[in-house]
């Protein structure tokens, strides 16, 4: 069984931005951050998916770099996150259970793939009849 969506349909933790402080700081403070709300760099789209699966990272046919990982609130089960091994891809994806049903993974996706998924079977064949040419 597997569900999608946007992010805000399975994201667990919300940002909160603690309110308008504009009517707190001086003049020149208040044109510097209008300057810097300019400056954010841009989101990626993410899209969220929801597998019932005993593995916590499942075969979505690319190649993926554990880079970090930490343990979520309210949960026993840690949440890992990954990012594209191909040099010019900035896909990450973050992968954790639900709290709720332990046997519902959620694995979260940031940015479009530029290429298509890599397929080890396909490589090894090639470098093996590379090795046959030259041999």
């Known amino acids: 069984m597997v569900a999608w969506g946007e992010v805000s349909d399975c994201w667990?933790?919300?940002?909160?931005?603690g309110g308008d402080d504009h009517n707190h700081i001086g003049v020149s403070a208040a044109i510097k951050m209008k300057k810097m709300k300019g400056r954010r760099k841009v989101r990626e789209p993410r899209f969220c998916f929801k597998t019932m699966s005993d593995i916590d990272v499942l075969d979505d046919g690319y190649k993926w770099r554990k880079y970090g990982q930490k343990v979520v609130k309210n949960t026993q089960h840690p949440r890992s996150y990954y990012?594209?091994?191909?040099?010019s891809c900035r896909v990450k994806k973050?992968?954790?259970r639900l709290a709720e049903d332990p046997r519902m993974v959620i694995t979260t996706y940031e940015g479009r793939h530029a290429h298509s998924p890599s397929n080890e079977l396909e490589e090894s064949q090639t470098h093996s009849e590379l090795a046959n040419f030259f041999w």
């Open 83 to 87: 990012r594209c091994t191909q040099d």
């Open 94 to 96: 973050r992968v954790e």
């Open 12 to 17: 667990i933790g919300k940002r909160s931005n």
